[in-house]
């Protein structure tokens, strides 16, 4: 049962992961914490669902679809909204954030009801045996394109001119707009590519969870851990710490119980606060964010 429980830990963590780059990047090259992360996580189950339900696309096939219309969304609110008051205060940008992610959640209420909805494709119930532990078919999808998709947003910040341009920005904003960098159009595509990663999340976790309204909530907690564990900014960092969360969590539903779970997380999110504040990856080009 330990094994089994490790195993199902360290899947789930591979979600958690991929659910946290697009917070902490945001986070770490904008200094805002845009508490909308998981409205888009949401989105991206709800897209995925009504594209099964409707048009009987397999989930893993509406991730592409999740991710481009998370994208468009994530860019536009950054360029209508978050743009205009990011250089005014951390409480503000936190207000306006809440409240995006109010107006989303209350839309879909209002389009879809408050009725929970499951995705459930044809290898849902399936598993495979491995060493004696039962690996389910959903989670181990879910971790390989939760860590697919992490390589590849990592990949594309350290070898393309658009990613050195958000890692400049991160640096040093004033320096960079003297090199010709537009910072106001290197945020919105920070935002953009952040609110794809939480769309694909939400393709990933509706045939994990149940899909409804307040679904992304259930990530806030676990996004905050991961982000401090694993340095601001850093997607290297969110993968490795997405596991380990994921793994001590399903250690203390194992040992302790499920309502020690939440706990124990919250425990680590303090422990790491105080012996290590910049997290196990955190990088010094993240300056006065990291």
Do not use: K
């Amino acid at each position: 049962m330990l094994w089994q429980a490790t195993a199902n830990g360290l899947l789930l963590g591979g979600l958690y992961g991929i659910a946290t780059i697009g917070f902490s990047m945001v986070w770490g090259v904008m200094g805002v914490i845009n508490l909308a992360h998981t409205g888009f996580i949401m989105l991206g189950a709800y897209i995925t669902y009504g594209l099964f339900r409707f048009a009987g696309l397999d989930p893993i096939a509406s991730i592409p679809v999740s991710m481009i219309a998370m994208f468009a969304l994530g860019y536009a609110l950054q360029v209508l909204v978050l743009n205009r008051i990011i250089r005014t205060s951390l409480l503000l940008s936190l207000v306006v954030t809440f409240g995006i992610e109010l107006v989303m959640v209350d839309a879909v209420s209002i389009a879809f009801t408050s009725d929970v909805r499951s995705v459930n494709s044809s290898y849902a119930a399936s598993s495979i045996e491995v060493f004696g532990v039962l690996v389910p078919v959903v989670r181990l999808i879910a971790a390989g394109f939760s860590v697919t998709l992490g390589i590849a947003f990592f990949a594309f910040l350290r070898f393309t001119r658009a990613g050195q341009m958000i890692l400049a920005t991160a640096l040093d904003r004033e320096v960079s707009s003297l090199m010709g960098i537009n910072p106001e159009r290197i945020y919105a595509l920070t935002a953009g590519a952040g609110a794809a990663l939480a769309g694909a999340t939400g393709s990933l976790a509706s045939m994990l969870f149940p899909v409804m309204p307040g679904m992304g909530v259930t990530f806030l907690s676990a996004v905050f851990v991961i982000t401090v564990l694993g340095g601001i900014g850093s997607v290297e960092g969110c993968i490795v710490a997405g596991f380990i969360y994921g793994l001590v969590q399903a250690w203390a539903g194992y040992f302790l119980g499920a309502n020690y779970q939440e706990i124990v997380g919250f425990g680590l999110f303090l422990l790491v606060l105080a012996l290590r504040p910049q997290g196990l990856f955190g990088r010094a080009f993240f300056g006065e964010h990291a």
